[in-house]
């Protein structure tokens, strides 16, 4: 087995283009699980965690992008305004995970309960991929990956990072495991309010072959919060049945099976008292006016 | 494949298998056996190590990632004069018992008071949260954590 260490990302995609069975390695909290366990023999190794490309986040036109290097730990430190990212960041493995892992490895392992994915899913992210020849495309996160670890990405490319235009309002990222620390979710959910477009945006992790959108749910409760007066008046109650009805929407999206950390029935109700609580902390933080991006 | 990484302060040079871990190369290869090998996918924290300056598992590091970078294993945590304050504190509060999970604990306890010297109990439950232990069911390390802390901020290093 080999191992290559580029040093710039043109260095890299050259190795790609001339191996394209070279496996990438960041921060390797999902690699070298599988080639200590002897899951795996790739011949080749690409390490790229050594490209300062990948390391950067940028706002640019009202977006953001955040390269796939970027780890948890540095997005808890340095991304604190996106507080659903924040949130999902942290329950990402341990500390010790956290300074490792990164948001190109959810990516690239495209595990419906990668943390990072709701929350990028949420914010209607584009994933960019590159290759060398400076040709570089993007994909919207539902057209990337296409079903449990698996995505769309050519071998000859690499993950750059992912992109989503900034909105305003608040937003939350939850997640139901066993324990607060070094779990794997059985489910969780973002949801984002855009106050500018008056939507309501619910994502699913852990419960359907892939990361879920609630559509349907989405726009019963952007009506609802306009129904009840909340949109123009954030201190207008929404009424009690809407967070009920509102949890058993995004509940009937799930597809969920029955696995060694939790049955579908467990799991489609974790989604509607996610989806809930979620949407009460939205309108609470509409209250008293906690920006959450 | 040859790697060379500056290990608790020395250059050292091993060569390693493409696909082995850091915990690998620096428990067979360095004969720096104080970083523990027990769940080999970062479940268990017992091979916490410092890799420039940052709280890793070991065990989910490629030997070849570290080519060119700094280590620091626990090793490096006592000196001839004597043992690391944190280590001093586990040693006094009776926080090992089969002390299997103790090098990786006392790292992870020495890199969170290098960062914040007086954490909350919250702060302390996060950032051991990754470290398991089977034996003491806890109580006695935070004890640990809290005297290490005194000794720590009273500048015995």
């Known amino acids: ?293 | 494949m040859l790697v060379r990484t500056k290990v608790n302060g020395e250059w050292m040079t091993a060569d390693v298998w493409g696909g082995a871990s850091l915990l690998y190369m620096l428990r067979e290869h360095l004969g720096l056996p104080g970083s523990k090998n027990a769940c080999e996918q970062g479940e268990c924290g017992s091979c916490s190590v410092w890799l420039d300056g940052e709280l890793v598992c070991a065990c989910l590091v490629l030997a070849a990632q570290v080519h060119e970078r700094e280590v620091r294993t626990v090793e490096a945590l006592a000196t001839d004069e004597g043992l690391h304050p944190v280590q001093e504190a586990f040693v006094e509060s009776g926080a090992v018992q089969c002390g299997f999970c103790t090098p990786g604990l006392v790292v992870a306890v020495a890199d969170l008071l290098t960062r914040d010297p007086s954490p909350t109990e919250a702060a302390v439950r996060e950032a051991l949260s990754g470290n398991l232990c089977r034996c003491t069911g806890y109580a006695k390390i935070l004890d640990a954590v809290w005297a290490a802390a005194g000794r720590m901020r009273e500048g015995r290093r």
């Open chain 1, 1 to 293: 087995m080999d191992v290559l260490l580029p040093r710039t990302l043109e260095e890299a995609l050259e190795i790609k283009a001339a191996r394209p069975e070279a496996v990438p390695i960041s921060g390797g909290t999902d690699l070298m699980v599988e080639l200590n366990f002897d899951r795996r023999r790739p011949d080749l190794i690409l390490d790229i965690s050594r490209l300062a490309e990948l390391r950067e986040w940028r706002r640019e036109d009202g977006g953001l992008f955040l390269g796939s290097g970027v780890t948890y730990s540095q997005i808890v430190r340095e991304l604190r305004e996106f507080r659903p990212l924040v949130e999902a960041s942290r329950t990402v493995g341990s500390p010790q995970i956290r300074n490792r892992g990164t948001v190109g490895g959810n990516l690239g392992t495209a595990s419906p309960a990668g943390d990072a994915l709701p929350v990028l899913a949420a914010y209607d992210a584009e994933v960019v991929l590159t290759q060398a020849g400076g040709r570089t495309r993007s994909l919207p996160w539902h057209a990337f990956m296409v079903g449990p670890k698996k995505t769309v990405i050519e071998p000859s490319e690499l993950i750059l990072g992912a992109q989503w235009r900034i909105t305003r309002g608040p937003g939350s990222f939850s997640k139901i495991g066993t324990r607060n620390a070094m779990v794997i979710a059985v489910a969780s959910l973002c949801l984002v309010i855009d106050e500018d477009r008056r939507a309501v945006r619910v994502a699913l992790g852990s419960v359907g072959p892939t990361i879920l959108r609630a559509p349907e749910a989405e726009g019963f409760a952007a009506r609802a919060l306009a129904d009840a007066g909340t949109w123009d008046d954030p201190a207008a109650p929404l009424p009690a049945q809407a967070f009920q009805d509102f949890g058993e929407r995004v509940a009937a999206t799930a597809r969920p099976i029955d696995d060694v950390r939790g049955t579908a029935a467990y799991r489609r109700h974790a989604c509607a008292v996610l989806a809930r609580r979620a949407l009460a902390w939205a309108v609470n933080d509409r209250i008293t006016k906690r920006r959450g991006l």
